[in-house]
């Protein structure tokens, strides 16, 4: 068969296909629906919901009433809404920079290949599959001020005991604790990915000229892991300031509220209070302040 005849023959066919014969294809709009239809629902719905209810005053009972940006004027002059944001600021703080580094050191440790490397792989990246229910009450034991273990091994160098999360000047050094020790296995496993990717002519290069471990690692590893960082971070920040499970099981928002969270402001409000107006309200400035942060932060990452 030539080649001009398989082109006569699938002619008709191509003629067809761009016409249409008016029949449509519901199987690929069907398999489609199936990730489709549940996201409409329970992640673009909600979004324009909360939105709306921002406007209003509303307690679940009855027609929203419009009020326009009285919420939203009200929350900004609430201290207890200016003391979640804080804390929540003070979290991406915290914990940003400790997953970061951390997860980095360990991605250098694995990725060299030292002594119980493959057991040092599992233990680093197995607390990000516990879900944080377990993670925050593994570290309420931990931290716990008289029989903790953390307290516990402490005492052999003579520090006394702190109380980690029953004190309004260390809660929030407990929660975050507990959440660089259960993020810390996704950052560890794009980095060691991403070290793993690096030419090694450039190291080996670089070793042949002189250079120190930490020469190679300023000058050659970091600006190759650049991406990397950048990404680790915006995604670690935006984990950060939507901290909730942690401060839920581990403190409840306390003591005295020095561990609130926005979005565990957010909860009491709407679930307890029945304010979902203000809730909402919340919502809006947090996701504003994400938008925000987030694209200052891949701006001084594109500058440098």
């Known amino acids: 068969m030539t080649a001009s005849t398989t082109a006569e023959m699938s002619a008709p066919i191509a003629q067809q296909r761009r016409s249409g014969d008016g029949r449509t294809d519901w199987a690929g709009y069907l398999f489609v629906s ?20 921002a406007f209003t005053r509303w307690g679940i009972m009855g027609a929203p009433h419009w009020v326009g940006l009285k ?21 991406g703080l915290i914990i940003v920079p400790g997953v970061v580094i951390l997860g980095l050191i360990f991605a250098l440790y694995v990725n060299k290949g030292w002594p119980l490397s493959g057991l040092a792989r599992v233990l680093f990246f197995s607390p990000n599959v516990v879900s944080s229910t377990v993670i925050g009450l593994v570290w309420v ?20 005991n702190i109380p980690w999360i029953t004190s309004t000047r260390w809660s929030l050094v407990g929660v975050s604790m507990a959440s660089i020790w259960w993020d810390l296995g996704l ?6 990915a991403a070290l793993q990717d690096l030419p090694k002519e450039l190291n080996e ?18 600006p190759q892991l650049r991406p990397v960082i950048s990404m680790v971070i ?3 920040l935006i984990a950060s300031l939507r901290i909730f499970s942690q401060v839920y099981v581990m403190t409840n928002g306390g003591p ?19 304010l979902f107006g203000p809730a909402s309200a919340v919502s809006m400035l947090l996701f504003t302040m994400i938008l925000v942060v987030t694209a200052l932060q891949r701006w001084l990452i594109r500058e440098q």
């Not at 990730?35 to 939105?51: D, M, Q, R, S, Y």
């Not at 005295?256 to 029945?274: D, K, L, M, N, P």
């Open 187 to 192: 950052a560890f496993i794009l980095f060691l």
């Open 234 to 236: 915006t995604l670690q």
């Open 256 to 274: 005295a509220g020095s561990s609130t969270s926005v979005i565990f402001y957010i909860y009491q409000t709407a679930i307890f209070r029945h």
């Open 141 to 160: 034991w931990m931290l716990d001020t008289q029989f903790g273990l953390v307290n516990h091994y402490l005492g052999f160098l003579g520090i006394p």
């Open 34 to 53: 199936f990730f489709t239809l549940p996201f409409l629902l329970f992640n673009v719905a909600p979004i324009f919901f909360g939105i709306a209810i």
């Open 205 to 222: 290069a670089a070793e042949v000229d002189g250079a120190s471990p930490w020469q190679r690692l300023r000058f050659v590893i970091l």
């Open 71 to 91: 919420n939203f004027t009200n929350v900004l002059k609430d201290d207890w809404v200016a003391q979640a944001f804080t804390n929540t600021l003070l979290y």
